[in-house]
Structures are given as C-alpha cells and as structure tokens.
C-alpha cells in the first residue's frame, strides 16, 4: 500500500504529557498537510510542508505545537503539555505538487487526553 | 476564512433511492472537492472539479461545479449499505489557496 500512513492509529495520553505523531506521505509527493477534526466538524488545517520547509502555519496551531519534516519525507507533529482541548483526530495529508490542490488524507491518529 | 456550508446535516434513504446533497460557499473557488469519511478513518477523495459548469462522474457518484463557482452539488444513484458515511465538500483557502477548507458533511445513512 503506498498511501499515507499514521502513526500510532490511537494514543491515550494524561493532561500535561508531551505526545508526538509520525506521518509518512504519498512517496513522490511534496506536499505534506496536518490538520485536526473534532467530532461533528470537518477538518481544519493546522500548517503545510512542501518539502522540508513549514510554509504556513494556522492560528490554530499554538505555542505547545510543532511540527517538522527534516528530510522532506515524513514528518511528526508534537504537542506539548497536552490540555483536554486537544483532544481530537490529527489527520495529515499529502499532494504531488504546487497548484494541484487534491490531498490524499492518511487514516489519522485519535488523541484523547485525560 | 472562507466557510463551506453543506445541508442536510443528516440524510436517512432507502436502500436502491438516490441521494444529492450540495455544498455552498461565501466566496468563489475555484476547485471542489468531494470525500467521504468512515468512521474512524480519514476522509477518501471521490471527485475534483475544476471548471464551473464541470459534471464529473466516478461510478454511481455525479458531481457538479455550480456556474456561480459559489456550490457544487454530489448525487449518489442506486445507494447501497456501503455508502454509509460522512461526505464532506473542501476547497482550496487561505494564502495562496495552499490550505483546504470543508464543510461539516452531510451524513449518509442507507436503510437496508
């Protein structure tokens, strides 16, 4: 299968533990998205990668987040100090290249913070 | 930003009917993305459109972009169990349309 993977699938964490989450890509795509869904909702845009360079970051996106994608392939996103606001779906996302604005989504990890 | 607006929130068809749902923005787009999302899975992508006017069909599933390039409409013909789910319309945003923004979906229940 060479769609975007996750990884881990579930992730049960105490309130003020630091969680990190992996996501390969699409192997030839560039482009690489998080974003996060809670329940009822679609998916809202966290920050975007093309290659190994953060282009954009969301408001949403605070302080105890980070995220990086060192090599240009895969790429992990942090949560610091995790509050039960955080609680949700981070789902990532990649695309082949600049102005092709289909993203194929991975199966996503679900936090629950405790 | 821009908000996608998709109504019903919940459809509830017999199996064999068609069902459409629609998807109606504030601003133009010039892209429409339709998916559809199992639970505890991450959104499929089922059609892209990138014209106004565009009909585009893949398997039982049309969809239209509105001439207004304001909607896009997504028809389900002859459903079937497995199209249980939630289908969400998306379109390019933000800065440079780099980001995707959605809908709140329309939720498919297909009664056997």
């Known amino acids: 299968d060479t769609g975007v993977s996750q990884d881990p699938r579930h992730k049960i964490t105490k309130r003020g533990q630091n969680v990190t989450f992996r996501c390969d890509p699409i192997s030839e795509h560039n482009r690489l998205y998080w974003y996060r869904q809670t329940l009822g909702q679609g998916p809202e845009f966290l920050t975007y990668f093309q290659n190994e360079a953060q282009l954009e970051k969301s408001r949403l996106l605070s302080d105890r987040f980070s995220a990086e994608r060192p090599k240009g392939s895969f790429s992990t996103l942090e949560i610091q100090r995790t509050e039960q606001g955080d609680s949700a779906m981070y789902l990532c996302?990649?695309?082949?290249?600049?102005?092709?604005?289909?993203?194929?989504f991975g199966p996503g990890t679900r936090l629950t913070v405790t | 930003g821009q908000q996608l607006n998709q109504s019903p929130q919940s459809m509830f068809i017999q199996e064999g009917e068609d069902v459409s749902m629609n998807c109606t923005s504030s601003?133009?787009?010039?892209?429409w993305l339709w998916y559809k999302q199992d639970p505890g899975e991450g959104p499929v992508l089922l059609i892209a459109?990138?014209?106004?006017?565009e009909l585009t069909s893949n398997g039982r599933l049309t969809a239209q972009f509105g001439i207004t390039r304001k909607d896009s409409f997504l028809n389900i013909s002859a459903s079937i169990p497995s199209d249980v789910g939630i289908y969400f319309c998306a379109g390019p945003s933000g800065y440079g349309n780099n980001r995707l923004a959605f809908g709140k979906g329309n939720q498919v229940v297909v009664i056997p």
């Open positions: 459109l990138y014209k106004a006017g």
């Open positions: 601003s133009i787009f010039n892209t």
């Open positions: 996302a990649s695309s082949s290249s600049p102005g092709v604005h289909e993203q194929y």
